[in-house]
């Protein structure tokens, strides 16, 4: 009896003695797959993974938002500006990009992103331009319906509707709106700052005040006939205007 006692006693501590291993096991195992590196390279390995998996993905995600439905549009990049930090060891760069899209049939917006590098912010300057698009109201398609004036800061532009022929009288920022709006003949002047960002912002102040007669006539309950009838026209030169009218 005294011998068999002794041995369930071996047995019962030679079951603690194999529990208590059991999860010493698992750390040496994780060290084995992690390379030897104290802490389980393992683990590591697998955070760095999931990490980098889940940035593709959302970046990927990303693109696919910004995407049109197939409809072409017309991107002009207006200005890159550079600037840097002095930090320990260098500077660094960072990068800002202004953009103007448009689809060239009376649609157009702009915006601006800033990155560390020039693609990137190209890309979030495009994607902000695209959210920000407004409609602008065009004559035969080709220009505006009437003159106009805009202001954005010290930043003042003048437009002007233009015969068919005049082409684009604009320069630099606002002849990049014009070509993505769609305009084929318009003149402009800017008066106060050769800033892009405020000349853009004034330039869109001028767009966002034109009217079409259409939208004229139904806000007053009238027909665009009788609004292009006044100032001693012919009646039936007044219908054929307004008929003419597209937009």
Known sequence: MMADEANGATGAETEFVAADAAPGAAPDGARGRGRGRPGGGGNDRDRGGRGRGGNDRDRRGGRGGDDDGG??????????????????????????????????????????????????????ATAAAKKKMIRVPLKDGRTLHHDGKGRFGA???????????????????????????GVADVVTK???????????????DALGEQTSPK????????????LLGRGGANVAEAEAAADAITE
């Open 71 to 124: 409809e072409e549009l017309i991107e002009k990049l207006v200005h890159i500006n550079r600037v840097s930090k002095t930090v320990k060891g260098g500077k660094r760069f960072g990068f800002a990009a202004l953009v103007v899209v448009g689809d060239g049939k009376g649609r157009v917006g702009f915006g601006h992103g800033k990155a560390r590098e020039v693609p990137e912010a190209i890309t979030k």
């Open 215 to 226: 939208s004229v006539a139904q806000r007053r309950g009238k027909k665009v006939a009788d």
């Open 155 to 181: 930043g003042k532009v003048n437009v002007r509707s233009a015969p068919a022929g005049t082409g684009i009288i604009a320069g630099g920022p606002m002849r990049a709106v014009f070509e993505s709006l």
């Open 190 to 204: 800017s008066v106060g700052t050769s800033n892009p960002y405020n000349m853009i912002r004034a330039t869109f």
